[in-house]
């Protein structure tokens, strides 16, 4: 009996195989790059469908454009672009496309170039899954994508995406100076509805902010600046040297009155300026992992309906989270003369819970940040901010429940081999800026560590 029953196993076993083995015909329907004289023409060649690039090395000097809908590109492939003045590849003006699985990388790096790993334009329904990018630096960003909605970037790899740059803040009234600044984000988002942003990893192991890359490439030195400096001059440029050299984010959603419903759930970001850098609305933060950052989240600009959950912010150095409205937040205004009405740009209705912030100022940037100076905000853990212009609204309707602001230096720190306390390496918990009433703040079941200074400059209200 059990003979005939493995003997009614196998015959099964080799009757599937027969009956779902893939065919002459299902093969042919693989479009194989590499039969092709370029990764170009594969794309040129197959409008509309999949293009398959099997695994090796593929060297590209013009940008590969995807502009079809349904198409993409998917296998095992690394794909090198020689040219440093072009993209890698273009996605433009299509839906349900989907890029998978390849490593796309540059022949060399060049400092001060603005050209993407991948940038994508007025799409619908995009995937990006499983990429690894190694060693795109823009100026901009890594990955740029611009008017897009319902966009999937799950599962990436960005690594060593910062580039040296001059941060040209010239043409800008409020500012009207330019230096030389580490910059470059890893994933860029502007003006996009409904996208995805899950399991990503965006590290930098390059340049970091040390005293040696600073000397090294001149950071902060101011380049180029008008006679008169403009309004927000004075948050950056302290001595004619521009303190806030290390800019770019490991990933930003912007676009504060066009982007809303974003999703960034489980992603770890490591060794940036700032960890997520949002100006959007209703969105929700949830599951990440940001360690050894300037500054380990902002959002900004009228960022309103966020719900920041079940984050980790470790290491970071100025602040662990800021809130504060920015200089685009506005109060709603009628139409006047040929001005037409504009609606309001309010940061509100935020929700902060179960949030852990740790080891703050254990990273690499407390060297040029701790100081003793009780009037300046920094560095803090959590910064709740006024906005600098007077059109600002005020920053309200917050909620901070169940988060932990944890002091490394209570556990005793190795110091040459010896267990020390150590004091803390932040000045507050909690900072308000002073125009800022608490009135509409609430804090619940909290465990803030004090910093040098206290808890917080104002009064915590439930």
Same mark, same amino acid.
């Given at each position: 009996?059990?003979?005939?029953?493995?003997?009614?196993?196998?015959?099964?076993?080799?009757?599937?195989? !027969?009956?779902?083995?893939?065919?002459?015909?299902?093969?042919?329907?693989?479009?194989?790059?590499? &039969?092709?004289?370029?990764?170009?023409?594969?794309?040129?060649?197959?409008?509309?469908?999949?293009?398959?690039?099997?695994?090796?090395?593929? &060297?590209?000097?013009?940008?590969?454009?995807?502009?079809?809908?349904?198409?993409?590109?998917?296998?095992?492939?690394?794909?090198?672009?020689?040219?440093?003045?072009?993209?890698?590849?273009?996605?433009?003006?299509?839906?349900?496309?989907?890029?998978?699985?390849?490593?796309?990388?540059?022949?060399?790096?060049?400092?001060?170039?603005?050209?993407?790993?991948?940038?994508?334009?007025?799409?619908?329904?995009?995937?990006?899954?499983?990429?690894?990018?190694?060693?795109?630096?823009?100026?901009?960003?890594?990955?740029?994508?611009?008017?897009?909605?319902?966009? #999937?970037?799950?599962?990436?790899?960005?690594?060593?995406?910062?580039?040296?740059?001059?941060?040209?803040?010239?043409?800008?009234?409020?500012?009207?100076?330019?230096?030389?600044?580490?910059?470059?984000?890893?994933?860029?988002?502007?003006?996009?509805?409904?996208?995805?942003?899950? #399991?990503?990893?965006?590290?930098?192991?390059?340049?970091?902010?040390?005293?040696?890359?600073?000397?090294?490439?001149?950071?902060?030195?101011?380049?180029? #600046?008008?006679?008169?400096?403009?309004?927000?001059?004075?948050?950056?440029?302290?001595?004619?040297?521009?303190?806030?050299?290390?800019?770019?984010?490991?990933?930003?959603?912007?676009?504060?009155?066009?982007?809303?419903?974003?999703?960034?759930?489980?992603?770890?970001?490591?060794?940036?300026?700032?960890?997520?850098?949002?100006?959007?609305?209703?969105?929700?933060?949830?599951?990440?992992?940001?360690?050894?950052?300037?500054?380990?989240?902002?959002?900004?600009?009228?960022?309103?309906?966020?719900?920041?959950?079940?984050?980790?912010?470790?290491?970071?150095?100025?602040?662990?989270?800021?809130?504060?409205?920015?200089?685009?937040?506005?109060?709603?205004?009628?139409?006047?003369?040929?001005?037409?009405?504009?609606?309001?740009?309010?940061? #509100?209705?935020?929700?902060?819970?179960?949030?852990?912030?740790?080891?703050?100022?254990?990273?690499?940037?407390?060297?040029?940040?701790?100081?003793?100076?009780?009037?300046?905000?920094?560095?803090?853990?959590?910064?709740?901010?006024?906005?600098?212009?007077?059109?600002?609204?005020?920053?309200?309707?917050?909620?901070?429940?169940?988060?932990? !602001?944890?002091?490394?230096?209570?556990?005793?720190?190795?110091?040459?081999?010896?267990?020390?306390?150590?004091?803390?390496?932040?000045?507050?918990?909690?900072?308000?800026?002073?125009?800022?009433?608490?009135?509409?703040?609430?804090?619940?079941?909290?465990?803030?560590?004090?910093?040098?200074?206290?808890?917080?400059?104002?009064?915590?209200?439930?």
């Amino acid at each position: 009996m059990m003979l005939a029953n493995r003997l009614n196993i196998v015959l099964m076993v080799f009757v599937t195989l !027969i009956l779902f083995a893939p065919t002459k015909e299902y093969a042919q329907q693989i479009i194989d790059a590499s &039969k092709y004289n370029s990764l170009q023409e594969a794309i040129d060649s197959n409008p509309y469908r999949m293009v398959f690039v099997p695994q090796g090395e593929y &060297k590209i000097n013009t940008a590969l454009k995807i502009t079809t809908d349904g198409s993409g590109l998917y296998g095992y492939a690394k794909i090198i672009q020689e040219n440093s003045d072009e993209h890698i590849i273009e996605i433009r003006n299509a839906e349900n496309v989907k890029i998978d699985d390849l490593t796309l990388t540059r022949s060399e790096v060049v400092f001060d170039k603005d050209f993407q790993a991948v940038t994508m334009d007025s799409c619908n329904n995009v995937w990006l899954r499983d990429l690894k990018i190694l060693n795109n630096r823009a100026k901009t960003a890594t990955v740029l994508i611009r008017n897009s909605n319902y966009t #999937r970037i799950e599962g990436c790899e960005i690594i060593n995406y910062k580039t040296i740059t001059v941060d040209d803040r010239m043409k800008s009234d409020l500012y009207r100076y330019a230096f030389n600044a580490i910059d470059g984000h890893g994933l860029m988002m502007i003006d996009c509805n409904s996208s995805h942003i899950i #399991r990503n990893r965006i590290i930098e192991h390059e340049l970091h902010p040390t005293k040696e890359i600073r000397d090294k490439y001149e950071l902060g030195k101011i380049v180029n #600046r008008a006679e008169e400096l403009g309004e927000l001059a004075k948050y950056g440029v302290e001595n004619n040297f521009v303190v806030i050299w290390h800019q770019g984010a490991g990933m930003r959603v912007t676009g504060a009155t066009e982007t809303q419903f974003t999703l960034i759930d489980g992603n770890y970001i490591k060794n940036v300026a700032q960890g997520i850098d949002l100006h959007t609305d209703h969105v929700i933060v949830t599951n990440n992992h940001v360690i050894n950052s300037y500054m380990g989240m902002k959002a900004m600009h009228g960022s309103r309906n966020v719900l920041i959950s079940n984050n980790i912010f470790q290491a970071p150095g100025k602040y662990g989270l800021l809130l504060r409205p920015g200089s685009a937040s506005r109060y709603a205004q009628k139409a006047v003369n040929n001005k037409p009405a504009v609606e309001a740009n309010y940061e #509100r209705g935020i929700i902060v819970s179960n949030n852990i912030f740790s080891d703050v100022g254990f990273g690499s940037e407390h060297w040029r940040l701790w100081n003793e100076d009780s009037t300046l905000s920094y560095p803090v853990v959590i910064k709740l901010g006024y906005g600098p212009l007077e059109k600002n609204p005020p920053l309200s309707d917050v909620i901070f429940q169940g988060n932990i !602001i944890y002091d490394k230096g209570l556990d005793r720190v190795l110091i040459d081999g010896e267990p020390q306390v150590v004091p803390p390496k932040y000045k507050y918990a909690v900072w308000f800026d002073e125009k800022l009433k608490n009135e509409r703040i609430h804090f619940h079941n909290n465990i803030f560590n004090a910093g040098a200074f206290g808890v917080s400059n104002k009064e915590l209200k439930k």
